[in-house]
């Protein structure tokens, strides 16, 4: 029996997809253990081109089973749409079970979402750069104790007066706090619950129970986390972060596993940086360079098509990802996309008033910050068909190695395309 655990890095957006996709092939239970439909993994296979926002990246491996655990919460319309999409592409059995003690993501909490970046923009704040999907509304109401867990989908006659409360007390604040006479009708409220409920209650179980029988089985189990530990609600850039605990850490607690600790935690940075949504980031480029970039490497936001932010390799920002995610080994991805750049910038520290900054501060101290940057040689060779590390041009090795030094922790896997296999195992020798 294994616990392993896939975690970010950065800010999100590293290819956590690829990964968990290419490491599902060998595991039994694949659980994503927080956040909801606000990000997406992008995964390229036998199937073709998906992103999927709230089905595990193991769907793909008809003999595992993906678990939505507890830790997160879910827009049941979402999930509804998505399952559909992979069946209608060919994909199944999808094998999926819902938490019990997950919760809902409703419609309000998505008008919630908006109106509030509304409000920001419109009182001259800076939004936070929500995707809306109504994340941080469902996990607050959650903390508040309003929120409705997916179990209770099994017992409706029980939870029409329960959401009656909870509509009451959103409607005073649509009116309020965000001046919206319409509110939320609980009539419409409750047609999109039995609707879509309908179709999520028969995948609904205690998971906490499936995962144990697993584990005492001796199965694989494969932790998935969403976004990275730069928007990580505890040890993020905040407030520009999630509104869940994305480090491994959690892992178990997101996923309903108890005592039995991850063996492994394999955390994925791309080979050089991007970012979604606002908050400072200090090795962001501008200009043709950056939009080049993002096209080669495809660099928009799998759940909104936002173009992402193009940065320079972070290595201060990454070795504080890796010591706050624990990882034992490293995915570095996208390192194909650097082919023809040179020289390859990479950010060793920081510089703030004239001091040199050698560990991560806080976001006040960011906005403030430059990169100190030290450049390495590029390649111009096709790296996209390499499978040994030893076959990579010699400037292209000289990279990774420098950054895992940088880093501290050792770079197994190098991905050289989107592709499953598109992918150095430096760990075979």
Not at 243 to 272: I, N, Q, T, Y
Request: aromatic share 8%; net charge negative.
């Amino acid at each position: 029996m294994s616990v392993e655990v896939i975690v970010g890095v950065n800010w999100g957006d590293e290819g956590k997809g690829r990964m968990v996709d290419y490491l599902a092939q060998r595991a039994d239970v694949v659980v994503r253990y927080q956040g909801g439909n606000n990000a997406g993994h992008t995964v390229v296979n036998e199937h073709g081109t998906f992103k999927l926002h709230l089905v595990p990246s193991g769907v793909f491996n008809p003999a595992a089973t993906n678990v939505l655990g507890p830790g997160m919460v879910i827009d049941l319309e979402g999930l509804v749409a998505e399952m559909d999409d992979l069946r209608a592409r060919g994909v199944g059995p999808l094998n999926i079970a819902v938490s019990d003690r997950a919760t809902i993501c409703f419609p309000y909490h998505r008008s919630e979402d908006a109106w509030e970046e509304e409000r920001l923009a419109g009182a001259g704040q800076r939004p936070f750069g929500s995707t809306r999907r109504g994340i941080a509304p469902a996990y607050g109401d959650r903390h508040l104790k309003k929120a409705i867990q997916v179990g209770d989908l099994l017992h409706l006659d029980a939870l029409r007066g329960r959401l009656a409360e909870i509509v009451e007390w959103k409607n005073r604040v649509a009116v309020g706090v965000y001046g919206q006479s319409g509110g939320v009708s609980l009539d419409e409220t409750w047609d999109w619950l039995r609707t879509y409920g309908e179709r999520v209650s028969p995948l609904v179980r205690d998971t906490s129970a499936l995962l144990e029988d697993a584990a005492h089985a001796g199965r694989t189990i494969l932790m998935e986390a969403q976004l990275g530990a730069l928007r990580d609600i505890y040890f993020g850039i905040y407030p520009y972060t999630t509104s869940s605990c994305a480090l491994a850490s959690f892992a178990p607690v997101g996923s309903g596993l108890f005592g039995w600790a991850p063996e492994r935690v394999v955390g994925v940075m791309k080979a050089f940086s991007t970012c979604v949504g606002e908050g400072p980031f200090v090795t962001e480029q501008t200009g043709e360079a950056a939009s080049q970039l993002r096209e080669v490497a495809h660099e928009y936001g799998a759940a909104t098509g936002r173009p992402r932010r193009i940065g320079h390799f972070d290595a201060l920002a990454s070795r504080y990802g890796v010591t706050v995610q624990g990882t034992t080994e490293l995915a570095l991805t996208k390192l194909d996309c650097l082919t023809g750049i040179d020289p390859l910038p990479i950010c060793t520290h920081y510089e703030y008033h004239g001091q040199r900054l050698d560990r991560f501060p806080l976001e006040a101290v960011l906005e403030r910050c430059q990169p100190v940057y030290e450049e390495m040689p590029g390649w111009t060779e096709d790296i996209a068909e390499t499978r040994r590390f030893d076959d990579l041009p010699a400037a292209a090795r000289g990279y990774v190695e420098e950054i895992e030094r940088l880093v501290g922790c050792p770079i197994r896997y190098v991905s050289v395309g989107a592709h499953r296999e598109s992918l150095i195992d430096r760990g075979q020798g």
